[in-house]
Protein backbone atom coordinates (compact mmCIF):
# COMPACT_ATOMS: atom_id res chain seq x y z
CA UNK A 1 0.00 0.00 0.00
CA UNK A 2 0.98 3.06 -1.21
CA UNK A 3 2.45 5.72 1.71
CA UNK A 4 0.59 9.36 1.76
CA UNK A 5 3.09 12.11 2.90
CA UNK A 6 2.78 13.61 5.77
CA UNK A 7 -0.37 15.93 6.16
CA UNK A 8 0.54 19.48 4.96
CA UNK A 9 -0.31 22.28 8.19
CA UNK A 10 -2.78 24.49 7.90
CA UNK A 11 -1.08 28.00 6.88
CA UNK A 12 -2.82 30.41 9.49
CA UNK A 13 -1.12 33.48 10.42
CA UNK A 14 2.04 32.18 8.53
CA UNK A 15 3.60 35.22 6.52
CA UNK A 16 7.10 33.87 5.25
CA UNK A 17 7.50 32.03 1.75
CA UNK A 18 10.45 29.87 3.50
CA UNK A 19 8.85 28.92 6.81
CA UNK A 20 5.90 27.69 4.72
CA UNK A 21 7.88 25.82 1.91
CA UNK A 22 10.21 24.25 4.46
CA UNK A 23 7.89 23.14 7.53
CA UNK A 24 5.74 21.72 4.76
CA UNK A 25 2.82 23.84 5.03
CA UNK A 26 -0.60 24.10 2.36
CA UNK A 27 0.31 26.31 -0.42
CA UNK A 28 -2.13 27.96 -2.26
CA UNK A 29 0.32 28.89 -5.44
CA UNK A 30 0.03 32.06 -6.83
CA UNK A 31 3.77 32.04 -8.47
CA UNK A 32 2.16 32.25 -11.86
CA UNK A 33 2.06 35.89 -10.85
CA UNK A 34 5.82 36.70 -10.64
CA UNK A 35 5.85 36.36 -14.19
CA UNK A 36 3.28 38.49 -14.58
CA UNK A 37 4.58 41.26 -12.54
CA UNK A 38 8.08 40.98 -14.38
CA UNK A 39 6.36 41.61 -17.74
CA UNK A 40 4.66 44.73 -16.63
CA UNK A 41 7.30 47.23 -15.61
CA UNK A 42 10.40 47.56 -13.14
CA UNK A 43 8.85 50.03 -10.84
CA UNK A 44 5.50 49.10 -9.48
CA UNK A 45 2.25 50.03 -6.98
CA UNK A 46 -0.06 47.32 -5.38
CA UNK A 47 -2.81 47.52 -2.80
CA UNK A 48 -5.14 45.24 -1.31
CA UNK A 49 -7.10 45.17 1.79
CA UNK A 50 -5.53 43.42 5.21
CA UNK A 51 -5.51 40.18 5.61
CA UNK A 52 -5.38 39.21 1.77
CA UNK A 53 -1.66 37.39 1.65
CA UNK A 54 0.40 40.67 0.87
CA UNK A 55 3.07 39.78 3.13
CA UNK A 56 3.46 36.00 1.83
CA UNK A 57 3.12 36.98 -1.57
CA UNK A 58 6.14 40.09 -1.42
CA UNK A 59 8.74 37.47 0.43
CA UNK A 60 7.74 34.89 -2.18
CA UNK A 61 8.93 37.42 -4.76
CA UNK A 62 11.67 38.22 -2.31
CA UNK A 63 13.20 33.79 -2.44
CA UNK A 64 12.55 33.79 -6.53
CA UNK A 65 14.57 36.82 -7.26
CA UNK A 66 17.54 36.57 -4.70
CA UNK A 67 20.86 35.63 -6.27
CA UNK A 68 21.73 34.42 -2.78
CA UNK A 69 18.89 31.41 -3.42
CA UNK A 70 19.79 30.13 -6.36
CA UNK A 71 20.88 26.45 -4.96
CA UNK A 72 17.18 26.82 -2.84
CA UNK A 73 15.67 26.88 -6.24
CA UNK A 74 14.28 23.50 -6.22
CA UNK A 75 13.72 22.91 -2.99
CA UNK A 76 11.58 26.11 -2.53
CA UNK A 77 9.85 26.29 -5.69
CA UNK A 78 8.99 22.32 -7.16
CA UNK A 79 5.53 21.45 -8.36
CA UNK A 80 4.52 25.69 -8.61
CA UNK A 81 3.94 27.04 -11.79
CA UNK A 82 7.06 29.26 -12.08
CA UNK A 83 9.27 26.27 -11.74
CA UNK A 84 7.71 25.15 -15.25
CA UNK A 85 8.07 28.16 -16.03
CA UNK A 86 11.00 29.86 -14.69
CA UNK A 87 11.69 33.84 -15.98
CA UNK A 88 15.26 35.28 -17.23
CA UNK A 89 15.14 37.01 -14.49
CA UNK A 90 15.29 34.52 -11.54
CA UNK A 91 18.01 34.64 -8.77
CA UNK A 92 19.73 37.49 -10.42
CA UNK A 93 19.33 40.15 -7.96
CA UNK A 94 20.28 41.16 -4.69
CA UNK A 95 17.15 41.86 -2.22
CA UNK A 96 16.41 44.90 0.28
CA UNK A 97 13.34 44.26 2.09
CA UNK A 98 11.57 46.87 4.20
CA UNK A 99 8.54 45.89 6.40
CA UNK A 100 7.20 49.06 7.83
CA UNK A 101 4.71 47.48 10.02
CA UNK A 102 7.17 46.84 12.31
CA UNK A 103 8.32 50.96 12.64
CA UNK A 104 5.71 52.47 15.51
CA UNK A 105 6.16 54.32 18.59
CA UNK A 106 5.93 58.61 19.50
CA UNK A 107 5.62 60.65 16.88
CA UNK A 108 8.60 62.36 18.05
CA UNK A 109 10.99 59.65 17.98
CA UNK A 110 9.74 58.47 14.92
CA UNK A 111 12.34 60.28 12.70
CA UNK A 112 15.06 58.38 14.77
CA UNK A 113 12.83 54.93 14.73
CA UNK A 114 12.61 55.08 11.14
CA UNK A 115 16.44 55.75 10.98
CA UNK A 116 17.33 52.49 13.22
CA UNK A 117 15.04 50.57 11.31
CA UNK A 118 15.82 51.12 8.05
CA UNK A 119 19.73 51.69 8.73
CA UNK A 120 19.23 48.01 10.49
CA UNK A 121 18.20 46.77 7.34
CA UNK A 122 20.80 48.30 4.85
CA UNK A 123 23.17 46.89 7.39
CA UNK A 124 21.68 43.32 6.87
CA UNK A 125 21.89 44.02 3.20
CA UNK A 126 25.53 44.74 3.20
CA UNK A 127 26.33 41.74 5.56
CA UNK A 128 23.92 39.43 3.52
CA UNK A 129 25.74 40.79 0.16
CA UNK A 130 29.32 41.34 1.02
CA UNK A 131 31.33 39.21 -1.42
CA UNK A 132 29.83 41.49 -3.99
CA UNK A 133 31.51 44.61 -2.37
CA UNK A 134 34.91 46.00 -1.53
CA UNK A 135 36.05 46.15 2.17
CA UNK A 136 35.94 50.25 1.65
CA UNK A 137 32.26 50.11 0.87
CA UNK A 138 31.64 47.71 3.74
CA UNK A 139 33.25 49.64 5.98
CA UNK A 140 31.84 53.21 5.14
CA UNK A 141 28.40 51.58 5.22
CA UNK A 142 29.01 50.37 8.27
CA UNK A 143 30.68 53.37 10.34
CA UNK A 144 27.60 55.57 8.81
CA UNK A 145 25.12 56.28 11.37
CA UNK A 146 22.51 57.77 8.88
CA UNK A 147 20.02 55.36 7.16
CA UNK A 148 19.64 57.56 4.39
CA UNK A 149 23.40 57.86 3.61
CA UNK A 150 23.81 54.17 4.04
CA UNK A 151 21.31 53.11 1.10
CA UNK A 152 22.89 56.30 -1.33
CA UNK A 153 26.66 54.47 -0.27
CA UNK A 154 25.53 50.80 -0.85
CA UNK A 155 23.59 52.00 -3.63
CA UNK A 156 26.11 53.66 -5.67
CA UNK A 157 28.33 51.07 -5.29
CA UNK A 158 25.93 48.28 -6.46
CA UNK A 159 25.42 50.57 -9.89
CA UNK A 160 28.73 51.39 -10.16
CA UNK A 161 29.39 47.33 -10.19
CA UNK A 162 26.63 46.62 -12.42
CA UNK A 163 24.51 44.77 -9.80
CA UNK A 164 21.13 44.35 -9.80
CA UNK A 165 19.43 45.50 -6.85
CA UNK A 166 15.29 44.89 -6.38
CA UNK A 167 13.81 47.25 -3.24
CA UNK A 168 10.34 45.93 -2.14
CA UNK A 169 8.78 47.99 0.71
CA UNK A 170 5.82 45.44 2.31
CA UNK A 171 2.89 47.62 4.54
CA UNK A 172 4.69 51.09 2.65
CA UNK A 173 1.66 53.13 4.31
CA UNK A 174 0.85 51.04 7.89
CA UNK A 175 3.09 53.57 10.12
CA UNK A 176 2.24 56.89 7.93
CA UNK A 177 -1.84 56.15 7.62
CA UNK A 178 -1.51 55.51 11.73
CA UNK A 179 0.10 59.16 12.03
CA UNK A 180 -2.69 60.60 9.66
CA UNK A 181 -5.47 58.52 11.44
CA UNK A 182 -3.94 59.23 15.22
CA UNK A 183 -2.02 62.64 15.03
CA UNK A 184 -3.86 64.69 12.06
CA UNK A 185 -3.04 66.15 8.73
CA UNK A 186 0.25 68.53 10.19
CA UNK A 187 2.31 65.31 11.18
CA UNK A 188 1.22 63.28 8.45
CA UNK A 189 2.73 65.81 5.32
CA UNK A 190 6.09 66.67 7.88
CA UNK A 191 7.32 63.42 6.99
CA UNK A 192 5.56 62.78 3.25
CA UNK A 193 6.68 66.64 1.74
CA UNK A 194 9.24 68.36 0.98
CA UNK A 195 12.01 67.26 2.83
CA UNK A 196 9.91 64.75 4.92
CA UNK A 197 12.20 61.48 5.73
CA UNK A 198 10.30 59.12 4.32
CA UNK A 199 9.52 61.16 0.76
CA UNK A 200 13.80 61.71 1.20
CA UNK A 201 13.96 57.62 1.40
CA UNK A 202 11.28 56.52 -1.22
CA UNK A 203 13.42 59.47 -3.68
CA UNK A 204 16.27 57.13 -3.27
CA UNK A 205 14.67 53.65 -4.35
CA UNK A 206 13.49 55.67 -7.45
CA UNK A 207 16.51 56.94 -8.03
CA UNK A 208 18.60 53.93 -7.90
CA UNK A 209 16.76 50.03 -7.52
CA UNK A 210 17.05 48.27 -10.76
CA UNK A 211 13.35 47.05 -10.16
CA UNK A 212 10.91 48.30 -7.14
CA UNK A 213 7.59 46.98 -5.39
CA UNK A 214 5.47 48.92 -3.20
CA UNK A 215 2.79 47.31 -1.44
CA UNK A 216 -0.07 48.40 0.86
CA UNK A 217 -3.47 48.69 1.70
CA UNK A 218 -4.07 52.35 0.26
CA UNK A 219 -2.82 55.45 -1.83
CA UNK A 220 -3.48 57.60 0.05
CA UNK A 221 0.36 57.99 1.25
CA UNK A 222 1.62 57.37 -2.70
CA UNK A 223 -0.22 60.56 -3.86
CA UNK A 224 1.51 62.75 -1.19
CA UNK A 225 4.84 61.54 -1.73
CA UNK A 226 4.54 62.81 -5.07
CA UNK A 227 7.82 63.42 -6.77
CA UNK A 228 9.09 60.55 -4.49
CA UNK A 229 7.11 58.19 -6.37
CA UNK A 230 5.96 59.12 -9.56
CA UNK A 231 7.28 56.50 -11.84
CA UNK A 232 5.63 53.84 -9.99
CA UNK A 233 2.97 52.26 -11.90
CA UNK A 234 0.42 51.36 -10.31
CA UNK A 235 -1.29 47.92 -10.64
CA UNK A 236 -3.88 48.19 -7.91
CA UNK A 237 -7.28 47.82 -10.39
CA UNK A 238 -5.12 46.05 -13.48
CA UNK A 239 -7.17 43.25 -14.73
CA UNK A 240 -3.74 40.62 -14.61
CA UNK A 241 -3.73 41.02 -10.87
CA UNK A 242 -7.12 41.06 -9.91
CA UNK A 243 -6.62 37.01 -8.52
CA UNK A 244 -2.89 37.35 -7.30
CA UNK A 245 -4.10 37.83 -3.84
CA UNK A 246 -6.99 36.19 -1.79
CA UNK A 247 -8.15 32.39 -3.03
CA UNK A 248 -10.78 31.58 -5.87
CA UNK A 249 -13.58 28.96 -5.09
CA UNK A 250 -11.67 26.71 -6.64
CA UNK A 251 -8.47 27.07 -4.68
CA UNK A 252 -10.60 27.04 -1.71
CA UNK A 253 -12.57 24.02 -2.65
CA UNK A 254 -8.94 21.72 -3.14
CA UNK A 255 -7.94 23.34 0.08
CA UNK A 256 -11.19 21.36 1.73
CA UNK A 257 -10.83 18.21 -0.41
CA UNK A 258 -7.09 17.78 0.44
CA UNK A 259 -7.44 18.08 4.28
CA UNK A 260 -11.23 15.39 3.66
CA UNK A 261 -8.55 13.08 1.90
CA UNK A 262 -6.81 12.88 5.42
CA UNK A 263 -9.88 12.86 7.03
CA UNK A 264 -9.06 16.21 8.91
CA UNK A 265 -12.45 17.38 7.96
CA UNK A 266 -16.06 15.15 7.15
CA UNK A 267 -18.23 17.67 5.99
CA UNK A 268 -18.98 18.00 2.29
CA UNK A 269 -17.16 20.94 -0.14
CA UNK A 270 -20.58 21.76 -1.08
CA UNK A 271 -22.14 22.59 2.60
CA UNK A 272 -19.28 24.53 3.21
CA UNK A 273 -18.61 26.66 0.40
CA UNK A 274 -22.42 27.28 1.29
CA UNK A 275 -21.98 28.50 4.63
CA UNK A 276 -18.46 30.32 4.46
CA UNK A 277 -19.13 32.37 0.29
CA UNK A 278 -21.66 34.75 2.12
CA UNK A 279 -19.05 35.45 4.59
CA UNK A 280 -15.55 35.47 3.07
CA UNK A 281 -16.11 35.75 -0.59
CA UNK A 282 -17.41 38.64 -3.37
CA UNK A 283 -14.32 40.52 -3.54
CA UNK A 284 -13.52 42.22 -6.90
CA UNK A 285 -10.74 44.80 -7.62
CA UNK A 286 -10.70 45.08 -11.51
CA UNK A 287 -13.44 46.92 -13.45
CA UNK A 288 -12.63 44.88 -16.18
CA UNK A 289 -12.73 41.45 -14.48
CA UNK A 290 -16.02 41.75 -12.74
CA UNK A 291 -17.98 39.38 -14.08
CA UNK A 292 -15.18 37.59 -15.69
CA UNK A 293 -13.05 36.27 -12.71
CA UNK A 294 -14.80 34.51 -10.04
CA UNK A 295 -15.09 36.50 -6.64
CA UNK A 296 -12.47 36.38 -4.35
CA UNK A 297 -12.22 34.79 -1.14
CA UNK A 298 -10.72 36.96 2.01
CA UNK A 299 -7.86 34.61 2.57
CA UNK A 300 -6.66 34.84 5.93
CA UNK A 301 -10.64 34.92 6.86
CA UNK A 302 -10.79 31.09 5.12
CA UNK A 303 -8.10 29.99 7.16
CA UNK A 304 -9.70 31.12 10.43
CA UNK A 305 -12.66 29.01 9.92
CA UNK A 306 -10.54 25.75 8.01
CA UNK A 307 -8.75 25.61 11.40
CA UNK A 308 -11.44 25.77 13.36
CA UNK A 309 -13.16 23.13 11.52
CA UNK A 310 -10.22 21.16 11.60
CA UNK A 311 -9.32 21.48 15.10
CA UNK A 312 -13.08 20.74 16.25
CA UNK A 313 -14.72 18.96 13.60
CA UNK A 314 -17.37 22.49 13.89
CA UNK A 315 -17.72 25.63 12.12
CA UNK A 316 -16.01 28.45 14.55
CA UNK A 317 -18.72 30.20 16.98
CA UNK A 318 -17.83 34.02 15.86
CA UNK A 319 -17.47 33.25 11.99
CA UNK A 320 -15.57 36.99 11.94
CA UNK A 321 -12.01 36.20 13.26
CA UNK A 322 -11.05 38.48 16.23
CA UNK A 323 -7.83 39.73 14.55
CA UNK A 324 -10.42 41.72 12.10
CA UNK A 325 -11.01 43.92 14.95
CA UNK A 326 -7.71 45.39 14.88
CA UNK A 327 -8.15 45.99 11.19
CA UNK A 328 -11.92 47.73 11.77
CA UNK A 329 -10.42 49.92 14.83
CA UNK A 330 -7.55 50.73 12.67
CA UNK A 331 -9.96 51.85 9.94
CA UNK A 332 -12.27 53.36 12.11
CA UNK A 333 -9.72 55.83 13.07
CA UNK A 334 -9.14 56.92 8.94
CA UNK A 335 -12.72 57.83 8.37
CA UNK A 336 -13.83 59.32 11.15
CA UNK A 337 -10.36 61.53 10.89
CA UNK A 338 -11.32 65.17 11.50
CA UNK A 339 -14.82 63.86 12.75
CA UNK A 340 -18.05 63.26 10.60
CA UNK A 341 -19.07 65.93 8.06
CA UNK A 342 -22.63 65.66 7.39
CA UNK A 343 -21.63 64.55 3.94
CA UNK A 344 -19.86 62.09 4.27
CA UNK A 345 -22.17 60.63 7.20
CA UNK A 346 -24.58 60.66 4.68
CA UNK A 347 -22.75 58.67 2.36
CA UNK A 348 -22.06 55.91 4.62
CA UNK A 349 -26.03 55.68 5.62
CA UNK A 350 -26.49 55.68 1.98
CA UNK A 351 -24.45 52.33 1.61
CA UNK A 352 -25.95 50.91 4.71
CA UNK A 353 -29.21 51.47 3.44
CA UNK A 354 -28.71 49.99 -0.11
CA UNK A 355 -25.87 48.11 0.91
CA UNK A 356 -24.20 49.62 -2.67
CA UNK A 357 -23.08 53.07 -4.20
CA UNK A 358 -22.18 54.05 -7.35
CA UNK A 359 -19.04 56.34 -7.22
CA UNK A 360 -15.55 56.25 -9.30
CA UNK A 361 -12.97 54.50 -7.43
CA UNK A 362 -9.56 57.51 -7.39
CA UNK A 363 -6.55 55.57 -8.08
CA UNK A 364 -4.68 58.37 -5.24
CA UNK A 365 -5.73 60.95 -3.55
CA UNK A 366 -3.94 63.18 -1.28
CA UNK A 367 -4.58 62.66 2.89
CA UNK A 368 -6.56 66.03 2.77
CA UNK A 369 -8.86 64.86 0.49
CA UNK A 370 -9.75 61.73 2.52
CA UNK A 371 -12.70 64.14 4.28
CA UNK A 372 -14.28 64.95 0.59
CA UNK A 373 -17.27 62.80 0.76
CA UNK A 374 -16.55 62.10 -2.88
CA UNK A 375 -13.55 59.99 -1.91
CA UNK A 376 -15.24 58.16 0.81
CA UNK A 377 -16.37 55.48 -1.13
CA UNK A 378 -12.74 55.03 -2.57
CA UNK A 379 -11.70 54.81 0.70
CA UNK A 380 -13.50 52.27 1.57
CA UNK A 381 -13.20 50.03 -1.32
CA UNK A 382 -9.31 50.09 -0.60
CA UNK A 383 -9.92 49.21 2.82
CA UNK A 384 -12.29 46.09 1.62
CA UNK A 385 -15.23 47.54 3.10
CA UNK A 386 -16.77 48.00 -0.23
CA UNK A 387 -15.62 46.39 -3.89
CA UNK A 388 -16.65 45.99 -6.89
CA UNK A 389 -20.44 44.54 -7.75
CA UNK A 390 -20.93 46.06 -11.14
CA UNK A 391 -19.90 48.58 -14.00
CA UNK A 392 -21.25 51.53 -15.67
CA UNK A 393 -19.69 53.56 -18.03
CA UNK A 394 -17.13 55.63 -15.61
CA UNK A 395 -18.59 54.83 -12.62
CA UNK A 396 -18.90 51.29 -10.43
CA UNK A 397 -21.35 49.94 -8.40
CA UNK A 398 -19.78 49.60 -4.97
CA UNK A 399 -21.32 47.22 -2.84
CA UNK A 400 -20.66 45.32 0.94
CA UNK A 401 -18.88 42.46 -0.19
CA UNK A 402 -20.17 40.30 2.58
CA UNK A 403 -21.23 39.12 5.94
CA UNK A 404 -17.86 40.23 7.78
CA UNK A 405 -17.65 43.61 6.25
CA UNK A 406 -21.67 44.44 6.89
CA UNK A 407 -20.83 43.52 10.45
CA UNK A 408 -18.83 46.07 10.93
CA UNK A 409 -21.42 48.59 8.85
CA UNK A 410 -23.82 47.43 11.54
CA UNK A 411 -21.41 48.06 14.51
CA UNK A 412 -20.54 51.89 13.23
CA UNK A 413 -24.61 52.14 12.78
CA UNK A 414 -25.10 51.22 16.39
CA UNK A 415 -22.48 53.31 17.52
CA UNK A 416 -23.64 56.48 15.78
CA UNK A 417 -27.48 55.57 16.86
CA UNK A 418 -26.37 54.66 20.30
CA UNK A 419 -24.69 58.02 20.54
CA UNK A 420 -28.56 59.56 20.11
CA UNK A 421 -30.85 57.63 21.42
CA UNK A 422 -28.96 55.50 24.25
CA UNK A 423 -31.24 52.54 24.23
CA UNK A 424 -30.86 49.49 26.90
CA UNK A 425 -28.65 46.98 24.50
CA UNK A 426 -29.09 44.03 27.17
CA UNK A 427 -32.37 44.47 27.07
CA UNK A 428 -32.87 44.50 23.23
CA UNK A 429 -30.45 41.73 23.63
CA UNK A 430 -32.80 39.59 25.60
CA UNK A 431 -36.04 40.73 23.43
CA UNK A 432 -33.91 39.82 20.44
CA UNK A 433 -33.02 36.19 21.80
CA UNK A 434 -37.09 35.92 22.73
CA UNK A 435 -37.63 37.05 19.00
CA UNK A 436 -35.43 34.66 17.45
CA UNK A 437 -36.42 31.44 19.53
CA UNK A 438 -40.05 31.91 20.93
CA UNK A 439 -41.87 34.13 18.44
CA UNK A 440 -42.86 36.95 20.53
CA UNK A 441 -41.56 40.13 18.63
CA UNK A 442 -44.08 43.14 20.21
CA UNK A 443 -41.68 43.98 23.36
CA UNK A 444 -38.77 44.24 21.14
CA UNK A 445 -40.58 46.26 18.71
CA UNK A 446 -42.77 48.25 20.80
CA UNK A 447 -39.54 49.23 22.84
CA UNK A 448 -37.87 50.09 19.82
CA UNK A 449 -40.72 52.64 18.45
CA UNK A 450 -40.93 53.79 21.61
CA UNK A 451 -37.66 54.82 22.31
CA UNK A 452 -37.49 56.29 18.69
CA UNK A 453 -40.73 58.80 19.56
CA UNK A 454 -38.96 59.90 23.32
CA UNK A 455 -35.33 60.01 21.67
CA UNK A 456 -36.48 62.19 18.05
CA UNK A 457 -36.59 65.32 17.61
CA UNK A 458 -38.91 67.89 15.57
CA UNK A 459 -35.92 68.38 13.61
CA UNK A 460 -34.87 64.83 13.19
CA UNK A 461 -38.32 63.34 12.26
CA UNK A 462 -38.20 65.05 8.90
CA UNK A 463 -35.72 62.07 7.80
CA UNK A 464 -38.74 60.20 7.48
CA UNK A 465 -38.68 56.46 6.47
CA UNK A 466 -34.88 56.21 6.16
CA UNK A 467 -34.06 57.90 9.27
CA UNK A 468 -36.58 55.13 11.19
CA UNK A 469 -34.78 52.05 8.77
CA UNK A 470 -31.29 53.26 9.55
CA UNK A 471 -32.63 53.33 13.46
CA UNK A 472 -34.17 49.73 13.59
CA UNK A 473 -31.28 48.32 11.18
CA UNK A 474 -29.17 49.60 13.56
CA UNK A 475 -30.38 47.77 16.62
CA UNK A 476 -31.99 45.13 15.63
CA UNK A 477 -28.49 43.73 14.13
CA UNK A 478 -27.36 43.80 17.60
CA UNK A 479 -28.34 40.07 18.08
CA UNK A 480 -26.00 37.11 16.01
CA UNK A 481 -29.54 34.74 16.66
CA UNK A 482 -30.45 36.56 13.04
CA UNK A 483 -28.50 37.19 9.55
CA UNK A 484 -29.61 40.92 9.24
CA UNK A 485 -30.82 41.66 5.09
CA UNK A 486 -31.65 45.53 4.41
CA UNK A 487 -32.90 45.67 0.93
CA UNK A 488 -33.64 42.14 -0.29
CA UNK A 489 -35.18 41.27 -3.24
CA UNK A 490 -38.23 39.58 -2.94
CA UNK A 491 -40.50 38.93 -6.22
CA UNK A 492 -39.73 42.53 -7.90
CA UNK A 493 -39.57 44.65 -4.59
CA UNK A 494 -37.48 45.49 -1.71
CA UNK A 495 -38.29 44.66 1.89
CA UNK A 496 -37.21 46.76 4.56
CA UNK A 497 -35.74 44.75 7.13
CA UNK A 498 -34.82 41.26 6.63
CA UNK A 499 -34.14 38.95 9.94
CA UNK A 500 -32.88 35.66 8.92
CA UNK A 501 -33.07 33.24 11.56
CA UNK A 502 -30.14 31.23 11.50
CA UNK A 503 -30.63 27.78 12.24
CA UNK A 504 -27.24 26.92 11.23
CA UNK A 505 -24.81 28.53 13.49
CA UNK A 506 -27.29 28.35 16.49
CA UNK A 507 -30.23 25.97 18.16
CA UNK A 508 -32.98 26.92 19.28
CA UNK A 509 -33.50 29.55 16.49
CA UNK A 510 -37.31 28.98 14.64
CA UNK A 511 -38.53 32.25 14.00
CA UNK A 512 -37.67 34.69 10.88
CA UNK A 513 -39.60 38.21 10.61
CA UNK A 514 -39.91 41.00 7.25
CA UNK A 515 -40.49 44.54 8.43
CA UNK A 516 -42.16 46.56 6.34
CA UNK A 517 -41.52 50.41 7.67
CA UNK A 518 -43.85 52.83 6.46
CA UNK A 519 -44.12 56.90 7.42
CA UNK A 520 -46.25 59.84 7.45
CA UNK A 521 -46.06 63.37 8.17
CA UNK A 522 -47.87 64.95 11.12
CA UNK A 523 -50.22 66.37 9.09
CA UNK A 524 -51.40 63.01 7.03
CA UNK A 525 -54.91 62.11 7.00
CA UNK A 526 -56.77 59.04 8.69
CA UNK A 527 -57.87 58.20 5.26
CA UNK A 528 -53.90 58.20 3.73
CA UNK A 529 -52.64 56.16 7.00
CA UNK A 530 -55.43 53.40 6.50
CA UNK A 531 -54.51 53.30 2.56
CA UNK A 532 -51.02 53.55 3.16
CA UNK A 533 -51.55 50.56 5.64
CA UNK A 534 -53.52 48.48 3.42
CA UNK A 535 -50.58 48.79 1.00
CA UNK A 536 -48.05 48.08 3.10
CA UNK A 537 -50.39 44.81 3.77
CA UNK A 538 -50.31 43.69 0.54
CA UNK A 539 -46.65 44.63 -0.20
CA UNK A 540 -45.08 41.89 2.94
CA UNK A 541 -47.49 39.73 1.65
CA UNK A 542 -46.04 39.47 -1.58
CA UNK A 543 -42.38 39.64 0.07
CA UNK A 544 -43.42 36.80 2.25
CA UNK A 545 -44.70 34.50 -1.16
CA UNK A 546 -41.59 34.92 -2.84
CA UNK A 547 -40.08 31.76 -3.89
CA UNK A 548 -36.13 32.81 -2.55
CA UNK A 549 -38.12 34.06 1.22
CA UNK A 550 -39.66 30.59 1.31
CA UNK A 551 -36.72 28.72 0.60
CA UNK A 552 -34.00 30.84 2.70
CA UNK A 553 -36.95 30.43 5.96
CA UNK A 554 -37.92 27.08 5.42
CA UNK A 555 -36.56 26.11 8.85
CA UNK A 556 -38.07 28.68 10.35
CA UNK A 557 -41.71 30.40 11.19
CA UNK A 558 -41.80 33.82 8.96
CA UNK A 559 -43.59 37.01 10.21
CA UNK A 560 -44.76 39.29 8.75
CA UNK A 561 -44.80 42.69 10.04
CA UNK A 562 -45.92 46.03 9.53
CA UNK A 563 -44.63 49.13 11.12
CA UNK A 564 -46.38 52.61 10.64
CA UNK A 565 -44.77 55.42 12.11
CA UNK A 566 -46.55 58.96 11.74
CA UNK A 567 -43.57 61.85 12.37
CA UNK A 568 -41.61 60.05 15.37
CA UNK A 569 -44.77 59.00 16.82
CA UNK A 570 -45.50 54.89 16.08
CA UNK A 571 -48.91 54.33 14.51
CA UNK A 572 -49.56 50.60 14.00
CA UNK A 573 -47.47 47.41 15.02
CA UNK A 574 -48.81 44.93 13.25
CA UNK A 575 -48.39 40.88 12.54
CA UNK A 576 -50.18 40.52 9.00
Known sequence: MEQKEPMKLLP????DYVRLRDRNYYFVDKTEYISTLENTGDFLFFTRPRRFGKSLFVTMLKEYYDILAQDRYEKEFKDTWIYKNPTPERGQYQILLFNFSRIDGDFCDL????????????????????????????????????????????????????????????????????????????????????????????????????????????????????????????????????????????????????????????????SIIKEIKPWYDNYCFSKAKYGVDPMIFNSDM????????????????EMLDGNTRTDYEKMKQLINLDRWDGNRKGKLEEIMEKGYIYATI???????????????????????MLTIGGVEDDQVKLVIPNRNVQMQYFEYLQEMKQEEYDLDTEFLKKSLRVAAKEGEWHPLLEYLAQRYKEGTSIRDSSAGEKGIQLY?????????????????????????????????????????????????KTDATDAE?????????????????????????AATALHLIVLQMKGAEPLRIEEV
Open 12 to 15: LGVK
Open 111 to 270: KEIFSKYCANRIDRFAEDYAAYYSKETLDKVSAEPAAQEKLNIIMDAANSAGHKVYIIVDEYDNFTNNILATKGKTEFEDITHGTGFYRAMLKIFKDTATRSLLIGVSPITLDDLSSGANNYTNITADSDFNMALGFSQDEVEAMIRYYQEYGKIIRSVE
Open 302 to 317: VLYYLSNLIKTGKSPD
Open 362 to 384: KTSFPAEKIVNPNIFPSLLFYYG
Open 472 to 520: MTAFLSLSRLFIMQPEVEMNHGYCDIFLLGDTFHYQGVKHSYIIELKYL
Open 529 to 553: AERQWQEAVEQVKRYGASENVQKLT
